[in-house]
């Protein structure tokens, strides 16, 4: 019984995702998962975070920046982020959520963009954007920001 239960107990385990750290951007945390690595560690620009992850297959990539809305209406912010990403389409909105495909350089993606609490947190997903989609929901948590996670 108990080799019984120490197979379940490593199945189990087996089938969770692995991290290789934790990065802390302040406004949220950022789990790099196994198969993703650190292309550029949080880094502030004045009011603001960025960090850069990709794929070790150079398949996907993410960037997420975080700020202070000061005030800004979240709709303003993604239209902003949308002209400064040359996108030529309409942003749509889905409850919290704010999102906008995109082609620079031949290679395609959607800005994911989100508001909690003052705070801004737009992802750039490029490349198979299903792929980082998938991953940037599992990685990112915030307990003082909850709006910023992806549902």
Partial sequence: MKNICLVLALLILANQPVYARTLDAEYFTFDVPDGWEVVMEPTWEEQNVSLVVARTDKKSAAT????????????????????????????????????????????????????????????????????????????????????????
């Fill in 64 to 151: 997420l920046v975080a700020g202070q809305t000061h005030g800004t209406r979240m709709d303003i912010i993604a239209s902003m982020f949308a002209q400064m990403f040359q996108t030529g389409m309409p942003v749509e909105q889905q409850g919290n959520v704010y999102t906008v495909p995109y082609e620079k350089e031949n290679v395609s993606g959607r800005l994911w963009m989100t508001e909690s609490n003052g705070i801004f947190l737009i992802y750039s997903l490029s490349g198979d954007d299903h792929a980082a989609l998938n991953m940037v929901k599992s990685a990112v948590k915030s307990s003082r920001y909850p709006g910023l996670v992806l549902p």
